[in-house]
């Protein structure tokens, strides 16, 4: 669903994971046969990441030890606030490769906690980073600001994006590996003068599950995330400054539904614009196309999200469930993209259910779920810009025709 690149032909290539993570491998094999490999390490504390790597050897507590780093770990209760509120922050270490010998970016980057609204509207913690740019803002006014939505990284707290920024390769065991792929794009950002901040997502990185395609609480986390960014202090960011949406795939989604939410949820923002690439608008259209793909296993993330979201209907969605199916939403909780697509790509949903895969996603209660994640029922105050390829194999271009047609 993360597909950015399209062939000549004009489909976007379905194997192009399969090479993302052929790439992933060989860059991991490279770096590793550079450092001597990648041993793991007993007694790694799991709360507060403390591998037992000296405080200064920045490179293995990144790359091994933060999974469960305590930074991660909210506040328990939230300290008083209002959405966006800063709740704590650090500096973060940038780099294009695990080593940083590749070079370096034209940003400084800190990494942030900060309240946001879940989809039942009680207050979490959601985290994610800030770039602040090197070079000066080229054009007129002041320094404008992208709230920047990622595609599907995974489920696993591993995969968060402000944990790649300080890796940019993920390698812990097994098939548990994945690529930084939105690192360039966000680069190329602030190398030309954008302030860039980027969301971690719900319960991605943080306790709890990822609640995956939830357009309510991915609307809220990109908003949050904008105004998080203007309560840093000593950015180049004013406090009325604009601020632009971008997204593509999941991220297309998020920032779309950030867009039309944002009159309501977020008025003191001044949303500019949004890009809103390959939104998943009508996830009901969106699963046959999942079907016997590459990435049919990001099935599992979206029940998995589902049921965090609403663990009312935990026990009706379980009764729905193969042994396979239940196989699926244990693994995926913990994966990564790559890993999601090499364990279970080209199956079929039909393995997972019970009954007709067709049947119970639109029986309840996958059905009302489901339907309260549609995206395109709003309308925009800012101007969007909505980009899909009609003969995209993943993400049906029916949804973006929709959300143009509003």
């Known amino acids: ?12 290539p379905s194997w192009l994971a399969v090479l993302c993570g052929a790439m992933t491998i060989a860059l991991i094999a490279s770096v590793a046969g550079q450092r001597g490999g990648f041993p793991a390490r007993a007694g790694a504390d799991p709360v ?43 500096p973060l270490r940038l780099v294009y490769e695990p080593s940083g010998q590749l070079g370096s970016w034209v940003a400084t980057a800190t990494r942030i906690m900060y309240r946001s609204t879940d989809a039942r509207g009680n207050p979490n913690a959601v985290t994610g980073t ?21 595609g599907t990284l995974g489920q696993g707290d591993q995969c968060a994006p402000s944990r790649m920024f300080s890796q940019s390769i993920h390698f812990s065991s097994g098939l548990d590996i994945m690529l930084g792929y939105e690192e360039l794009f966000v680069a190329t950002m602030v190398a030309r003068g954008f302030a860039v901040v980027v969301t971690d997502y719900d319960g991605l990185g943080t306790p709890g599950m990822h609640t995956y395609v939830n357009r309510l609480a991915e609307a809220h986390a990109v908003l949050d995330a904008a105004r998080a960014a203007k309560q840093l202090p000593g950015t180049s960011l004013e406090p009325n400054g604009p601020v632009a949406l971008w997204g593509y795939s999941q991220g297309g989604g998020a920032s779309a539904a950030a867009v039309e939410l944002a009159p309501q949820y977020a008025p003191d923002i001044d949303i500019v614009g949004a890009y809103v690439g390959a939104p998943p608008a009508n996830l009901l259209d969106l699963l046959p196309y999942l079907d016997g793909s590459i990435l049919v296993g990001v099935a599992g993330y979206l029940i998995n999200g589902v049921i965090q979201a609403y663990p009312e209907a935990a026990q009706a969605i379980h009764d729905k469930l ?10 995926t909780k913990d994966q990564c993209v790559a890993e999601t697509a090499l364990t279970f790509g080209f199956h079929h949903l039909s393995e997972y259910f019970n009954d007709d895969p067709a049947q119970a996603l639109s029986g309840e209660p996958f059905r009302s779920l489901l339907d309260l994640q549609r995206i395109g029922r ?13 003969f995209d194999p993943l993400v049906p271009w029916t949804g973006a025709n929709q959300l143009g047609r509003l």
């Open 1 to 12: 669903m993360e597909m950015r690149w399209r062939a000549a032909h004009g489909r976007a």
């Open 48 to 90: 507060t990441g403390n591998c037992g790597f000296a405080p200064d050897d920045i490179y293995q507590k990144e790359f091994q030890c933060n999974r469960y780093g305590e930074f991660y770990t909210p506040p328990d209760p939230l300290p008083p606030g209002s959405p966006g509120d800063v709740i704590r922050s650090e």
């Open 130 to 150: 800030y770039f602040e740019p090197d070079n000066p803002w080229p054009g007129a006014g002041p320094r404008p600001q992208i709230a920047f939505a990622p």
């Open 322 to 331: 193969t042994i396979y199916g239940e196989d699926l939403l244990s693994k």
């Open 378 to 390: 709003l309308k925009p105050t800012a101007p969007v810009f909505i980009d899909s390829n009609r």
